[in-house]
């Protein structure tokens, strides 16, 4: 199974404001695939992992079936990281 195809559609956009829908149709094109595995190979040979990569979006929900809202326990974080920085991550694993 592709590193695409294990992600639903349907969760909050991430910093970098992409879906796995969007990548999907990214790598169709050719010379973008091309450029998304020449960053994958420059991050793996220098191991480096540029700062857009690392930056995230946290957004806060609450737990269901709750009494009440008012404790911080009441609720889940939920960190996004970008997509595409999730991707290469997810292709240097499978390498390893």
């Given amino acids: 199974m592709s ?3 294990k992600y639903s559609n349907k969760l ?3 910093p ?4 796995w829908r969007h990548i999907g149709l990214i790598v ?9 595995i020449d960053i994958t190979n420059a991050c793996f040979e220098v191991r480096h992992w540029p ?3 690392k930056s995230s979006t946290t957004i806060i929900i609450p737990k269901p ?3 009440s809202y008012n404790s911080p326990k009441s609720f889940r974080p939920i960190i996004l990281l970008n997509t595409l920085g999730k991707l290469i991550e997810k292709v240097i694993g499978d390498r390893l």
């Fill in 3 to 5: 590193a695409i195809a």
């Fill in 51 to 53: 700062p857009h990569f």
């Fill in 28 to 36: 169709k094109d050719m010379m973008c695939l091309k450029n998304i």
């Fill in 65 to 67: 079936n709750k009494l």
């Fill in 16 to 19: 970098d404001k992409l879906t």
């Fill in 12 to 14: 909050a956009l991430s």
